[in-house]
Structures are given as structure tokens and as C-alpha cells.
């Protein structure tokens, strides 16, 4: 029996974050929401077809700071015609800022999902916590 061996350099986070993207060649800009999201690159949502090894600009906002992420496709997958694509993107370019802000803004959500599930007296999710975070976020709806 084969052992699975993780190829992942970085912890990926179940989290919905709000982003936008747009390709290298051309494609307009589209709003989409990550459905989990490392340092190095994210699982997106995204109701367009894109190729594979795409390059595309990511758009996010973290603390309130604008970031715009060179990355590509690495892998598609749909699940039925009626369901939007998952695609997974790898960020190709990093800084130190970034990445700073990229784990300060997922500690607000540990810290928003730790005082929810107080609040509603049971636990919820990450990806939970992120939803009820993001849905009024201003960044959710540009």
C-alpha cells in the first residue's frame, strides 16, 4: 500500500476569503472566494473555466491593506455542470508584508471564531467564522 506523502510546503486553512483575480492575457476581473487559502496559494470558487498554468493577479485585502498576488493555476476540478470550478492557485510571488498580514488577519478570524462559538454557546468552524466575518465585509462585495 502506497503511503501518502504531503507535497504542501505551507498549512492551508479552511477559510472563505473574498478576492478578486484577473488573468495575465486579458480575462476581465472577476470576484471569487477562497474555500481554503495557505501562504503559498488557495483553493478558489470560480464560475469560469481557466486554463491550467494560467497566469493570474490576485487581489486581497488584509488588514485593511490591498495586496495584488502574482500566481497561476495548478490544478481544476468541477464536480457537475451546475457547480462552479474549484481551482487551485499557487502565489508566485510573496513579501515579508504579505505574509505578516496574511497570518494577523487569520488570527483575527481564530479570535472572531473562539468569541462567536462562546457567544452561541457551541463551536463553529473556521470557514464558519470567516463566513459570518467576511458576508458585511466591504472587501466582500468590491
Known sequence: MAEFVEKRRFKRYSVYWPLQYKSEDGIPKESSISLNISEGGALVSVNRKLDLSAGLIVRMFL???EFFIRSRVV?????S???PYNVGIEFLESTAGL?????EELESIMFYQRHYSEEMDRTIS???ASMKLYRNSPAWMQ
Request: proline share 0%.
Open 63 to 65: 488588514r485593511n491593506e
Open 75 to 79: 490544478h481544476i476540478e468541477r464536480f
Open 81 to 83: 455542470e451546475r457547480d
Open 99 to 103: 505574509v505578516m498580514k496574511f497570518y
Open 126 to 128: 473556521l470557514a464558519e
